[in-house]
């Protein structure tokens, strides 16, 4: 990934926060066939320091499987808000017109060996896991326990685990950072404006990364 000076993001812990809230990972693994790229939700575990290990499952018939037999290099990536930019919101659009549309994103990428794991214990403790995480903020949160323990048994049965060790994380928050400060607050306001969810996240962003 192409990462400008001013746009990259080294702190472990603000890669791992985005990760946690953004579970949904492309997974990109090059096996026998070729290149191959699964949508996966993956949860982070914090052992080994200092990136932690990444935990999800595929289905049993998933071709992932295959690419697994033998080590696995693979990149997981992680998408976190993005917004379009309009030129308009720029003061210096109305001072010299030298202005262009951009996107502000944020992305992060986990580099490591992806396994596979065969065990329903495993499983079944990684599905509550990761269930709870995601149920808890509901009115009413659904646990594993509300399925009838056969139907339970027979999706395990169905999947298998996938684990990787995180050897190197790599981020990118591009947001606005090479802006003169004027452009920089109003694509502050402007985003606030919207109120929406990830335009309030990305404000904030902005706003912490030039306080910082």
């Known amino acids: 990934m192409y990462i400008p000076k001013h746009f990259e993001v080294s702190d472990p812990a603000l890669l791992q926060d985005l990760i946690r809230n953004r579970p949904l990972a492309t997974v990109v693994t090059h096996g026998r066939a070729g290149l191959s790229a699964n949508l996966i939700p993956l949860h982070l575990a914090t052992d080994p320091a200092p990136y932690g290990t990444l935990r999800g499952h595929v289905a049993r018939a998933n071709p992932l499987l295959a690419d697994m037999q033998e080590a696995c290099p693979t990149l997981a990536i992680f998408h976190g808000p993005e917004r379009y930019i309009t030129p308009s919101w720029y003061p210096t659009k109305r001072e010299h017109g030298k202005v262009v549309p951009t996107w502000n994103y944020a992305v992060v990428q986990a580099h490591g060996t992806l396994r596979a794991v065969d065990d329903p214990g495993w499983l079944r403790e990684q599905l509550a896991h990761f269930t709870r995480q995601h149920e808890s903020a509901l009115p009413h949160p659904w646990s594993i326990h509300d399925a009838p323990a056969a139907y339970v048994d027979q999706i395990i049965q169905a999947v298998v685990g996938v684990e990787m060790v995180v050897e190197r994380l790599v981020g990118k928050w591009k947001i606005s950072q090479n802006q003169p400060p004027q452009n920089r607050d109003s ?26």
Do not use: F, I, N, S
């Not at 306001?189 to 335009?199: I, K, N, S, V, Y």
């Open 187 to 212: 694509v502050v306001r402007h985003l606030r404006a919207t109120g929406e969810a990830d335009a309030a996240w990305m404000a904030d962003q902005m706003e912490k990364w030039h306080e910082d």
